[in-house]
């Protein structure tokens, strides 16, 4: 059941940003930022931990689980460091996804020739 939860999140997710893309002038990048604050805001207010208890590994697949690791870690580490720690928190839990955006799209580039 878990399989199928996660599979009805993922694709909740993908038709809300499909409806969103096609009746409104937001580009696509309008709409990930969109979905990184509602993960930020589901997180702020503990309900994206409630959501990844019911649906599992599904709700930290689309973009939305990056604005829940956002806040997520700054919460944490704001307990522990005051305001400073917002800033650590933020760039602690997220720090391996953008390190490994950062080099695959380097060897990518290296490998591949863009088109005009």
């Known amino acids: 059941m878990l399989l199928i939860n996660s599979f009805l999140f993922c694709g909740f ?18 709409i990930t930022s969109l979905f990184v604050v509602i993960g930020a805001f589901l997180d702020s207010f503990s309900f994206y931990d409630k959501i990844i208890k019911v649906v599992g590994g599904g709700a930290l697949v689309p ?9 997520h870690g700054a919460l944490a580490k704001t307990h522990e460091y005051g305001i ?29 020739k863009p088109k005009n």
Do not use: E, R, W, Y
């Open 63 to 71: 973009i939305t689980s990056f604005g829940h690791s956002l806040i």
């Open 13 to 30: 997710v993908c038709i809300i940003a499909q409806i969103i893309l096609d009746n409104t002038k937001l580009t696509p990048g309008h």
């Open 84 to 112: 400073l720690g917002i800033l650590m928190g933020m760039f602690d839990l997220t720090a391996t996804g953008i390190t490994a955006a950062i080099i695959f799209a380097f060897l990518f580039s290296l490998v591949f």
